[in-house]
């Protein structure tokens, strides 16, 4: 399905979903190697904590840059949390959303086949049609914004299709831009017992980043809990 959705002014950031980004790094800050290489940063006992997570949301989003390096599939792992969505009239998985402004997601992404349910592709005008016809049967399309994805309309647009909840995995460039919007509600990070390094490793907010102090978001901290041997910090924004 294709939607055109041309509200790029003016736009009500309160009239959105909450927004939830959940990120591991190393102790050091980094999310991957400088060569865009997986790293497994957390254990089990996390990996549960963001299924739950991920289970308790109405759709999860990442960016164009996470779904060529890491090929996620976004879905519910824990049968019992799957059992828990649909005895709750969900779908199994939550909606599975990619902020790709040029259409470069592959069509046999994991994202777009593993598990039943709803797909969403944000898309800019100028994505090439032959990219966007070739998405087409696997997820809809919604084009929004002329150079890129105007994420605060597409915010809004979630909100009128019924989500109200939303989780944002990565990477670190489609997380600094919903930061420098305003549109990002918690920051949820795992820290790991493990050092990356390398200048060039990305990092949970990378993107153009804030010059002046008096533009860096403020947070509030909610809570710090060790998990086996990293520390689990929840903050709201």
Not at 115 to 121: A, L
Request: hydrophobic fraction near 40%.
């Amino acid at each position: 399905m294709f939607t055109d959705n041309r509200k790029s002014e003016g736009c009500d950031t309160k009239n959105r979903p909450y927004v939830v980004v959940n990120v591991a790094m190393s102790a050091d800050g980094k999310i991957s190697t400088s060569e865009r290489c997986q790293v497994t940063i957390s254990g089990q006992q996390d990996f549960i904590r963001v299924d739950t997570l991920k289970a308790g949301s109405d759709a999860v989003m990442v960016g164009i840059g996470t779904v060529l390096a890491d090929d996620p599939s976004l879905t519910v792992k824990s049968e019992a949390l799957i059992t828990k969505r649909q005895k709750n009239q969900k779908e199994p998985h939550p909606i599975r959303i990619v902020i790709d402004s040029m259409a470069r997601t592959p069509p046999d992404a994991k994202i777009l086949h593993k598990g039943p349910g709803k797909r969403i592709i944000a898309c800019s005008k100028r994505a090439p049609r032959e990219c966007l016809v070739a998405l087409s049967p696997y997820a809809d399309i919604i084009t929004i914004g002329e150079e890129e994805v105007d994420l605060t309309s597409f915010m809004m647009t979630l909100a009128e299709i019924g989500i109200r909840s939303l989780m944002v995995e990565g990477g670190g460039t489609l997380i600094w831009s919903l930061f420098e919007k305003g549109l990002v509600d918690e920051f949820c990070s795992f820290i790991g017992n493990k050092i990356i390094g390398g200048r060039e490793a990305p990092t949970p907010a990378d993107g153009e980043g804030f010059i002046r102090e008096t533009d860096f978001p403020s947070l509030s901290l909610i809570s710090v809990e060790q998990i086996e041997e990293g520390v689990f910090i929840r903050w709201k924004v």
